[in-house]
């Protein structure tokens, strides 16, 4: 099946550093995602991409569709403790049943005050 | 809307003991999923449903069915329980296929002695 590689695993941070992350992918995805993942909880979607080379913000993060279709990157800026949480890409391929999502491995990231 | 509900949050099986994992969503939603996810990894499909009386496998389907009478549930059972499926699960929903956000339940922690 598709796997996506995401980096850095995990990511120990000072409140107020700047943040960034990435997906990559062996194959090409038409829709990418980035969730976020408190402990104890399902994931909840922060930003979502549907064509490539799209730039899109949600408060302090901002994510991109790389131009190949196969990559995608999540920046958060000014971090905050409240930011701690395991972070997922997913990409969906439309055309596939259920447009199903695959999902990376996450990255945990931790924010010293 | 109370969104997507799970029951139970916890459970404790022996090898070899079945278990259904209940998943309802008030939201009319058409597909509805079912995904594990294991420590330091991404959520997994298992299966999915593109609507009422419609189902089909994920990446990893063996050792559970469902089922999908209505439209509001969607079940996950376990037939014969085994160690290898300690997990957390998650069900989600969404209205349609590509571009509607997927929505998590809050999960069943589901451990297998």
């Known amino acids: 099946g598709q796997q996506l590689n995401q980096s850095p695993q995990s990511m120990f941070i000072q409140e107020g550093e700047d943040v960034s992350m990435n997906c990559t992918s062996s194959?090409?995805?038409?829709?990418w995602l980035w969730y976020k993942q408190d402990p104890g909880e399902g994931p909840v979607l922060l930003i979502a991409?549907?064509?490539?080379?799209e730039l899109t913000s949600n408060g302090r993060l901002t994510a991109q569709f790389g131009i190949t279709r196969k990559d995608s990157f999540l920046n958060i800026s000014a971090s905050i403790p409240s930011d701690v949480g395991i972070y997922f890409c997913?990409?969906?391929?439309?055309?596939?049943?259920?447009?199903?999502?695959?999902f990376g491995e996450g990255t945990q990231l931790t924010v010293n005050p | 809307n109370a969104g997507v509900t799970q029951t139970p949050k916890f459970r404790i099986l022996k090898i070899g003991q079945s278990m259904t994992l209940q998943c309802a969503q008030d939201?009319?939603?058409?597909?509805m999923y079912w995904y594990r996810q294991d420590p330091g990894m991404g959520p997994k499909l298992i299966y999915y449903?593109?609507?009422?009386?419609?189902?089909d496998k994920g990446e990893v389907p063996n050792g559970y069915n469902v089922s999908r009478s209505t439209t509001e549930d969607f079940p996950l059972r376990l037939e014969l329980a085994a160690p290898s499926q300690t997990s957390v699960y998650f069900c989600?929903?969404?209205?349609?296929?590509?571009?509607?956000?997927?929505?998590f339940g809050n999960g069943t922690r589901l451990t297998v002695t």
């Open positions: 997913a990409g969906q391929v439309v055309e596939t049943s259920g447009s199903r999502l695959t």
């Open positions: 991409l549907y064509k490539a080379g």
């Open positions: 194959s090409i995805f038409n829709t």
């Open positions: 449903s593109v609507g009422a009386g419609i189902t």
């Open positions: 939201m009319n939603h058409n597909y």
């Open positions: 989600a929903s969404r209205v349609g296929g590509a571009g509607s956000p997927l929505h």
